[in-house]
């Protein structure tokens, strides 16, 4: 067990809502982590684990590494979604059409180069972002998908391969979100760095068994783009409250060559920064929705609509 001081929880605190008490956010100032039994976690009951890419995802990792391209973030984009799908079929002797919670489809949706270190980190034609600085969810068991996707509409162009045009174009409001709602969704990342070391900013994770659903806090942000920043949406994302009964496990150290897999709707995550560390840590992330495309059960939900529109 490791005592990590995270004094930047308590960065803009003012500007969440909806959690009116912030001393259960400032608890973790001083909270004690586990960097030894990080591989006893297991997918399935614990949201979260650690695995070894294979060879030819490591020579892509290696080459980010040294020089990033569009180029070589799609052709690792299209390993992870095959590593994905072969991690997923090993956890069901079925395999994945019959995999205990019925996924049949995987899409990746978007891809993040983070960085603890953003100012001096120049790349092109890619999008870099720093670190996670709370502990959160990408979105909880209690919020629809299409409440979720309303602010993401980038995604839709990714998702038409999976329904009518109608469906991923938002001109029937009612329509739209019973289509996608009837589908049973699981938001998966695959989390891979391409530093020397990942100690300068570590990948915290809270164990689900520990993290009880009342622990996780929904909010909304406003989020302007636009050449002037003057158009807006509206984001939802969660916060995790204090509870001195959650664990929280970090891997030490993570090497090229090597992947944390986690269900980022339900296993809180974050990341530290660690200023003694002078060598920024660098990864990817790829976002994975995992889902059950029950043709059958998406056509009664739309009769349902239906009917009740004709009564």
Not at 69 to 80: G, M, T, W, Y
Not at 130 to 141: G, K
Request: proline share 3%; glycine share 2%; net charge positive.
């Amino acid at each position: 067990m490791e005592k990590y001081k995270l004094n930047y929880i308590n960065k803009n605190i003012n500007k969440l809502k909806y959690i009116k008490d912030n001393n259960i956010l400032n608890n973790y100032k001083n909270v004690k982590i586990n960097t030894k039994d990080y591989d006893k976690l297991n997918f399935r009951e614990n949201g979260i684990e650690y695995v070894k890419i294979n060879s030819k995802m490591t020579n892509i990792v290696k080459k980010l590494s040294n020089k990033n391209d569009i180029k070589l973030q799609n052709e690792l984009e299209k390993n992870v979604e095959k590593f994905l799908i072969n991690f997923l079929k090993s956890k069901s002797k079925d395999g994945i059409k019959n995999f205990p919670d019925n996924f049949t489809d995987i899409l990746i949706v978007e891809s993040a180069i983070r960085n603890s270190d953003v100012k001096k980190f120049n790349i092109v034609d890619s999008k870099v972002n720093a670190a996670a600085s709370w502990f959160h969810t990408d979105w909880w068991e209690g919020q629809s998908f299409t409440s979720m996707i309303i602010s993401r509409f980038n995604w839709l162009k990714k998702l038409n391969k999976f329904g009518p045009k109608k469906y991923t174009e938002i001109s029937n409001l009612n329509e739209w979100s019973c289509y996608w709602d009837s589908k049973y969704v699981e938001l998966i990342n695959v989390w891979i760095p391409f530093s020397e070391t990942t100690e300068a900013s570590p990948l915290i994770f809270s164990d689900l068994n520990n993290t009880e659903y009342n622990d996780i806090i929904p909010y909304t942000y406003k989020i302007n783009f636009g050449p002037n920043k003057k158009d807006y949406y509206y984001e939802i994302a969660t916060r995790l409250k204090y509870n001195k009964n959650q664990k929280l496990y970090t891997k030490k150290d993570m090497k090229i060559g090597e992947a944390i897999i986690f269900k980022s709707n339900k296993a809180p995550h974050t990341a530290i920064l660690n200023n003694k560390i002078k060598i920024p840590r660098k990864s990817i992330e790829f976002r994975c929705l995992v889902f059950n495309f029950d043709r059958e059960k998406s056509d009664n939900s739309l009769n349902k609509l239906y009917k009740s529109k004709n009564k």
